[in-house]
């Protein structure tokens, strides 16, 4: 029989009752479903999922270079135009 031991886990409530229904719809509980991260993690060798930044779309990075320009893009020229749209 395998010997297992507590493990203490800090995370915000909301994070862990959303895993928790998700876990529960996969027919598991969050300590199975910690013991299977855990072991991913081993037989990857790290974590078991890709982990990167969020890059920009080809129209943000149109926007940023505009601004760094200072040309105008999009339909408004300045705030106080789109906030007036935004208004109307």
Known sequence: MTTKTNMTLRVEPELRDKAAI???????????????????????HGLPFE??????NKETYKAIEAAEKGDVYGPY???ADLMEALNA
């Open 51 to 56: 982990i990167k930044l969020d890059e920009p």
């Open 77 to 79: 020229n300045s705030v």
């Open 22 to 44: 998700l876990f529960k719809s996969l027919g598991l509980d969050l300590s199975t479903a910690t013991g299977i991260f855990y072991r991913q993690a081993l037989r990857c």
